[in-house]
């Protein structure tokens, strides 16, 4: 099954490279680092760990666990990989040259020796539920222990995965510690051949995250400029699809507050410019926020066409709706608003994001809507009402604060596989 597995792969690379090439046309970043993903690139000396995070809602999660190794372990290099150039980008922003940073290479027998080869690390910690049979097998074969971390399986991964029992041996078959999210997530790890003895109940990361400093005053300045005395929500992480929906809602929300202003921000910056030619199709005046403009009374729309800025404009808004739930993607990250006292509203498409918002769900922080019209129902409720959301972002922030604690446990479970680590050494 594994050789099955890695012909499928020998076809399938070469069409993924052809089309990150024709998408480095409009995003140059898609070639930088492209070697990397065939497990070139430079090799690094010393101790090292190596810490995976998929994407940029992965490095946001990981960043108190890489802050606290690079505290408690000094003397040791931590080599940072992510999927994305804008994870990898993410990377750079919050680490600097504090950690190694590449991307990772694909799943390739060749590639993953290559990658270990250069890397060298002593331990390995994954995130959340990134399973690459050959280089999980690779760490196995030199011996290098696996920690998924905050780790999370959905049913339909686990049924997946039992059909191909194959796959799962060769996950599994070295020292692979799993740190779950949850009981039932630690099932599911257990079903799919992870060795029970090594599973264990830690938590989500993504709860012990701190907010930058300075983020509550950088969201009062963004409400001055773009929205001194009039409501403001926004729209975050947003995807193809979605937009239209939420222009309509705004539309509707104007008719009885016709000072309203939208801060709408796409998901990848791509989109920016192909957003920003759709309002204007649309008629719809708005601002470019890269564009530094101050707000004006006609100006009703502010484009958030800037990365790493959507935290501030969080805490500027009266409310948040979170992307990518309109449209099957599965949904981003909702515990930046709740962890601002914001009510959140997302859509039904919330996959990715199941338990946290059951949570907030439970406690009253956040609302699932179904279209366009319910949006705009739920909007002028939460607009209308002060005192509804005041308790509804206290929620949120009750359910934070409430499930903080996995970063010690996992720090633990990585203590314990590094002194095992040295004592097989």
Known sequence: ?????????????????LGMLLRS????????????????????????LWIHAASVGEVHAAESLVRSLLSAHPDMRLALTTMTPAGLERVRALFGTEVDARLIPFDLPGAAARFLRRVRPRAAVILETEL?????????????????????????????YRRFAALGRALFAGD????????????????????????????????????????????????????????????GS???????????????????????VLALAPRHRDRFAAVADWLERERMP????????????????????????LLMFYAASDVSFVGGTLVPVGGHNLLEPAALARPVLIGP?????????????????????????SLTRSLLRVLGNSALRERAGAA???????????????????????TDRNAAL
């Open 286 to 309: 708005f601002l470019r926020h890269s564009a530094g403009a101050a707000a004006t009374q006609n100006a009703n729309i502010v484009l958030v066409d800037t990365l790493g800025e």
């Open 132 to 160: 690459w049979p050959n280089l999980y097998r690779a760490c196995n074969h030199l011996g290098i222990p696996i920690l998924i971390a905050s780790a999370r399986l959905s049913e339909t991964s686990m049924h997946r």
């Open 396 to 418: 949120g922030r009750e359910v934070i604060e409430a499930n903080r604690g996995a970063l010690q446990k996992v720090l633990a479970v990585m203590e314990a596989l590094l």
């Open 238 to 260: 947003t995807h193809a699809g979605e937009e239209a929906q939420l222009l309509q809602s705004h539309r509707s929300i104007l008719a009885t507050h016709p000072n309203a």
């Open 176 to 235: 692979v510690r799993i740190a779950a999210q949850s009981e039932q997530d630690a099932r599911r790890f257990i079903a799919i051949g992870a060795d029970p003895a090594r599973t264990s109940v830690t938590g989500n990361l993504k709860y012990d995250f701190t907010l930058p400093s300075g983020v509550l005053d950088r969201g009062a300045e963004l409400r001055v400029r773009y929205a001194p005395g009039r409501p403001l929500w926004v729209a």
């Open 1 to 17: 099954m594994l050789l099955i597995y890695s012909l499928a792969l020998y076809v399938a690379v070469p069409i993924a490279c």
């Open 349 to 373: 498409y919330y996959a990715n994001t199941g338990e946290i918002a059951r949570q907030l769900l439970a406690a009253g922080a956040l609302e699932v809507i179904a279209d366009a019209p």
């Open 25 to 48: 046309v409009r995003e140059p970043q898609y070639r930088r680092g492209f070697a990397s993903r065939f497990g070139l690139g430079g090799s690094l000396a010393g101790d090292t």
